[in-house]
């Protein structure tokens, strides 16, 4: 059944003040879908994320290249991953004629590594333990920050600008597309180099005009947390070229009214590769309930040498990967509560207890195929836990 909404009230202006009698009046209400996705490679609990479907006519359907951008994301993995509803891939989901996909659920795969074809595919468990895609960013992407800046002169001073989102000026604050927060981050992975010249440290490529939004108040708040994220788009307008669009990536229905789907203003100046790692950001915390199962997961991590770790970890190791991810500013990881500190000895006690079964499993076989399960090699690297709370320190 098509939804239905309420029609709009005419101005009052000058009339009896009836914001009590419009306040009780309900609200038209409808159900968002969504696109859960799933791995392939694991039984029980193989949910990696789900996105809110409330594209097309029918306000059940998906953006198919930023679902599929997405996957990519998790899965460290080329454009060639694709999506189906079989656990065996096949048949392989296409969008539709309008560049959606209907809402379901869905298993991600990807090419097999030769010689790990009987294991699942690894997944990246967080931001910083993600490395950069330098030279592979998705076309749509590259193509809307190009037409952003080629059908629109020089910015004006970031100052000035009015909101990206609402094009209003009052109450508008300087937000950052990647967080200050990930300075690290930044500098790790070389991001400085998509920047103006001049700093190259962590802070100063996080703080540059490339990083950096106008955005009016309310917005802000909702952009720090997650409740939507900046992706290109094709529209019939466009002529078959990305814009870039607001997109909700919660089911809030007032989000979907007044933010999904509508055009930014001019992101000139804006780089491709910032946008698409704070996509990356906005992802990352939907995959918390994947790694707090009691399954061993193959995660592939980003080491502080730059090489990455592909190897499977155990359930409370899993579960450390998530902490601190989607959660407010007030969540310090420098001030635990009592119950934090306790899970904490509870989960290194399990690590030690799966230490010690996989090293006695081990001794029974050769250690070429025993799986180091300890700790150790991760504590050499900061950048393996996401800690910080997921708008700590933004803008």
């Known amino acids: 059944m098509e939804p239905t909404f309420a029609p709009i009230i005419p101005s009052t202006l000058g009339a009896p003040n009836r914001f009590s009698e419009l306040a009780t ?36 359907h998906a953006h198919y290249a930023t679902v599929h951008a997405a996957c990519t994301i998790f899965a460290d993995s080329p454009s060639d991953g694709w999506l189906s509803p079989s656990r065996n891939g096949e048949p392989r989901t296409e969008p539709d004629n309008e560049g959606l996909l209907p809402g379901g659920v869905y298993f991600f795969h990807v090419t097999t ?27 749509l992407w590259r193509q809307a920050a190009h037409e952003a800046t080629a059908l629109v002169s020089p910015a004006a001073p970031r100052t000035s600008e009015t909101c990206r989102i609402t094009n209003k000026c009052l109450a508008c604050e300087t937000s950052h597309i990647v967080p ?70 919660s089911q809030d229905q007032e989000v979907y009214e007044d933010i999904h789907n509508k055009p930014t203003k001019s992101l000139a100046g804006r780089r491709a590769e910032y946008l698409f790692a704070r996509f990356a950001w906005d992802i990352f915390p939907k995959l918390i309930g994947f790694f707090q199962s009691s399954q061993t997961r193959r995660l592939a991590v980003r080491q502080a040498n730059g090489d990455v770790d592909v190897r499977f970890y155990t359930p409370p190791e899993c579960r450390r990967f998530a902490e601190g991810q989607g959660r ?16 904490s000895l509870a989960d290194e006690a399990e690590i030690e207890h799966y230490s ?19 700790v150790s090699d991760m504590s050499q690297s900061s950048s393996w836990n996401h800690r910080g709370s997921p708008d700590g320190g933004l803008s």
């Open 328 to 343: 407010g500013r007030s969540a310090s990881p420098t001030k635990r509560s009592r119950k934090e500190d306790s899970d």
């Open 180 to 249: 200050t927060s990930e300075k690290s981050w930044f500098a790790d992975n070389e991001m400085d180099q998509y920047g103006e010249l001049g700093g190259r440290t962590g802070q100063d490529v996080a703080d540059c005009s490339s990083n950096l939004l106008r955005l009016r108040r309310d917005v802000h708040y909702l952009w720090d947390n997650l409740y939507f994220s900046i992706v290109p788009k094709c529209t019939p307008d466009s002529g078959g070229k990305g814009i870039w669009h607001a997109h909700s990536m």
């Open 356 to 374: 010690r079964k996989r090293t006695r499993a081990c001794s029974t076989s050769s250690s070429s195929e025993c799986l180091d399960s300890g």
């Open 25 to 60: 009046e309900p609200r038209a209400t409808f159900t968002i879908q969504r696109i859960t996705i799933k791995h392939p490679g694991y039984g029980g609990n193989n949910t990696l994320l789900a996105l809110p479907a409330c594209d097309g006519g029918s306000k059940s």
């Open 113 to 139: 590594e030769a010689g790990f074809e009987s294991e699942p595919y690894p997944v990246v468990p967080n931001f910083r333990a993600w490395q950069f895609p330098h030279g592979r960013v998705p076309v």
